[in-house]
């Protein structure tokens, strides 16, 4: 290119300035058509934007049911309360096991006396029939498969009578989650590549419409990237636009099922509040749709731009 | 490396054995020598159909030649790559007799795209297309739209966008094809002016008796061929 005196940054700035103002121009006066657009785009993202902010609280949850969850190690008669206590501190120093518990023979008949209200009855025993426990706290986000292992492992020791997790249900819990989280995947996939044909589509008729002066920029010299530039501009635009729409979609949505959150977790005694998005979260959500957009309008713009030349 | 850039050019136009045939099998343009000199204006002439806009295409870029060589500013474009076709066009004005302006945009963006399109600073912009407007006569018209202006208006301000950018070099294909007689005299008349700048002009016309009265070198075309008659 000849370096005509006129060239600056600033003219530069001015021009992609003036570029972008032109596409939100075209944009509104698009009215209805660009609104429709914006829509559908933003209705797409949101779908897989709410359901990934659920299997979030999802996960959340299931940290703090994990941190209430124990295993029992029952001790075998003949182990003195000294070595059960030395176990217990060889155990907690296991990386899955995050704390633990020593019940003693005597504590356990005093909890089971507590708890199961057959007091006058475990009197009439002359020995006490309960073995002593160590109760284990799992350190946070131990997959069950792997617990299960280590307790079997621990079964092995002679010390050890039995050990015991009631992990089914966890695993169940664990298995939801991890199919969640992979419906999550599978869809923002499938609805991104929706973005991207309805933006790629948008912007073919953009460019069809204005085939006579992109003809006419042609013959006076324009390169490429000028010409393409409004249309890249438009494409990000309604990226941008549609990931504003699918933010707000998914505030209403989580606005709309925090009451079934709230009754479903009062059922199970606590108070659950559902996390929104975070102000991070909603900006790449937002940023990811404007890349979204762009790239289905460059491939409008590859795909058809090189097919208008003058003859 | 010979610098041929240092070359003092003389001619800025150059056309040796330049060829055009269509897929069809029509020849369009046969062996066609030609050249024009720096500050040269001259009229290519010829009936409809003699290969007047054909050779205009070839010079644009618009079309490549069959065969031949077109040599403009002492640089072959034959051995442009795709992507310096722009830059080039950049540098040469051209005319259509269908002036192609955008319609959605006003007199000012449309005479000072040409220099948007290159990354002129705003400042310069305003200047330089206030001056080419002001050349045409069409000063007062910067913010009216094309469709408000009359045909010969329209293509004085597609005159003012080949100029905008000072070329050495202006093309125009049948500029006066839609004017009355009055107004392609006037149109003339503002070529023969940038031709007195030092501006080399290739204008395609069939309108003979327009110019007679020009004292200007004709290059007559006759079914793809140069007609030395002229």
Request: glycine fraction near 8%; charge should be neutral.
């Amino acid at each position: 290119m000849n370096g005509s005196p006129g060239l600056s940054l600033q003219a530069w700035a001015q021009a992609h300035l003036d570029v972008a103002r032109d596409s939100l121009r075209r944009l509104r006066s698009n009215g209805l058509g660009s609104l429709l657009t914006v829509l559908m785009m933003g209705c797409a993202l949101a779908l897989p934007a709410s359901l990934w902010v659920l299997t979030e609280n999802a996960t959340v949850a299931t940290r703090s049911v994990e941190q209430q969850f124990s295993v029992s190690l029952y001790l075998a008669d003949d182990v003195s309360d000294t070595r059960g206590r030395q176990l217990l501190g060889e155990l907690v120093t296991d990386p899955l096991i995050q704390r633990g518990d020593y019940l003693s023979r005597e504590d356990a008949l005093a909890e089971f006396r507590d708890y199961s209200g057959f007091g006058r009855a475990l009197d009439l025993l002359q020995d006490n029939p309960l073995p002593a426990v160590l109760v284990l706290w799992p350190a946070p986000g131990t997959s069950s498969a792997a617990l299960q292992d280590w307790l079997q492992r621990q079964e092995q020791r002679a010390e050890i009578s039995l050990a015991q997790a009631d992990a089914d249900w966890l695993a169940r819990l664990q298995a939801l989650l991890a199919f969640g989280i992979e419906l999550v995947h599978i869809m923002g996939a499938l609805l991104a590549l929706t973005v991207v044909l309805v933006v790629a589509n948008t912007i073919r008729l953009q460019i069809a419409s204005r085939r006579e002066e992109i003809l006419v920029m042609k013959l006076i010299g324009a390169p490429d990237g000028f010409i393409q530039r409004p249309f890249l501009y438009s494409g990000t635009l309604y990226g941008l636009l549609s990931g504003l729409v699918a933010c707000l979609s998914v505030l209403l949505i989580l606005d709309l099922l925090q009451p079934h959150i709230s009754a479903l977790s009062a059922s199970y005694g606590s108070a659950y509040v559902l996390r929104g998005m975070s102000l991070r979260e909603a900006a790449w959500l937002t940023g990811s749709a404007a890349a979204l957009g762009w790239l289905g309008a460059f491939h409008s713009v590859w795909r058809h731009l090189r097919d208008i030349e003058p003859d | 490396m010979p610098c041929w850039a240092c070359r003092p050019v003389t001619e800025i136009l150059q056309l040796a054995r330049v060829s055009k045939r269509y897929p069809t099998g029509q020849i369009a343009l046969d062996a066609i020598d030609l050249s024009l000199a720096e500050g040269e204006m001259a009229f290519l002439t010829g009936h409809s159909g003699a290969g007047k806009s054909t050779l205009l295409k070839l010079i644009a870029l618009i079309e490549k030649p069959s065969q031949g060589q077109i040599i403009v500013n002492g640089r072959n474009i034959g051995r442009l790559p795709a992507g310096h076709v722009p830059y080039y066009r950049q540098n040469i004005g051209i005319i259509f007799q269908n002036v192609h302006l955008l319609q959605d945009r006003s007199v000012y963006d449309n005479v000072a795209l040409p220099l948007v399109i290159q990354g002129f600073h705003p400042r310069d912009v305003g200047k330089r297309v206030r001056a080419a407007l002001d050349t045409v006569g069409l000063l007062d018209m910067e913010r009216k739209l094309p469709v408000e202006l009359s045909g010969g208006e329209q293509q004085r301000v597609g005159i003012a966008r080949a100029v905008v950018k000072r070329p050495r070099l202006i093309l125009a294909d049948e500029p006066t094809g839609n004017l009355d007689p009055e107004l392609s005299a006037d149109i003339m008349r503002l070529f023969s002016r940038f031709n007195e700048l030092g501006v080399s002009l290739l204008i395609a016309t069939h309108d003979i008796a327009l110019i007679t009265r020009m004292n200007k070198r004709r290059i007559m075309l006759a079914h793809g061929r140069l007609d030395s008659a002229a």
